[in-house]
């Protein structure tokens, strides 16, 4: 079975600052792949990225930047010099290599304040 | 280009009632999977279909079934409607049914059961 846990289930910073958020995850495949997914209070959730498990190369995207680590099975989400537009719930997901469906974690609320 | 639409954006029902929701995928895409999010907690996947043929089933009840049309879009049906089927409904797209692909999500379907 997959699981993925994030801890966190709220983070409160102030504009600028810089936030991680946190991502750890089971399975017993060696093939996967992780998604991080942004949920403002719309509800849609939006693709932010994607990783496959034999790719261990962290990623910069603009402010945003993503740490994998597979020796500690964690998909960690940082934003750097926070705005109040990046407020949102966060989720990590996994999907297997077999498999058609993701399996989300609880969810990070991060609440950017001015 | 248009992203995934949901319709209707808000229902109410009442307990024992039937509801059908509807799902048009990415233009170009041809497997689409719906997920229900209670609130404050991570979605979980219900189907996904490709090619009008049912591809996976997560843990729910045979009062939730779907169905996928020849030009791609989706309905879910909930029959005998209970209070625990409270939910934002997700439907989401993707081009095929690999595992590599990215689901790209549309805004939702909130479902209130009285």
């Known amino acids: 079975a997959q699981k993925v846990t994030q801890a966190q289930t709220e983070i409160s910073v102030v504009e600028k600052e810089d936030v991680t958020l946190d991502c750890v995850y089971e399975t017993r495949d060696t093939t996967y792949y992780l998604f991080w997914y942004k949920q403002p209070p719309s509800g849609e959730l939006v693709f932010l990225i994607r990783?496959?498990?034999?790719?261990?190369q962290n990623e910069i995207s603009g402010r945003y930047s993503w740490n994998f680590q597979k020796s500690t099975s964690s998909f960690n989400f940082t934003i750097t010099a926070s705005q109040v537009v990046d407020s949102a719930v966060y989720f990590c997901?996994?999907?297997?290599?077999?498999?058609?469906?993701?399996?989300f974690g609880g969810g990070t609320r991060l609440m950017v304040k001015p | 280009d248009a992203g995934v639409t949901q319709s209707p954006t808000h229902l109410i029902k009442t307990r024992g009632q039937q509801v059908t929701l509807r799902c048009s995928p990415i233009?170009?895409?041809?497997?689409v999977s719906w997920y229900q999010q209670v609130l404050g907690q991570g979605p979980q996947f219900i189907f996904q279909?490709?090619?009008?043929?049912?591809?996976g089933r997560g843990n729910f009840p045979d009062r939730f079934s779907a169905r996928q049309f020849p030009n791609y879009s989706s309905e879910l049906n909930v029959n005998a409607l209970l209070l625990g089927d409270s939910a934002l409904y997700l439907c989401a797209s993707s081009l095929e049914s690999d595992s590599t692909d990215t689901q790209y999500f549309g805004p939702g379907t909130r479902l209130t059961v009285l």
């Open positions: 990783r496959n498990s034999f790719d261990e």
């Open positions: 279909y490709y090619e009008k043929e049912e591809r």
């Open positions: 233009s170009g895409h041809k497997s």
């Open positions: 997901a996994l999907r297997n290599n077999a498999g058609n469906m993701l399996t």
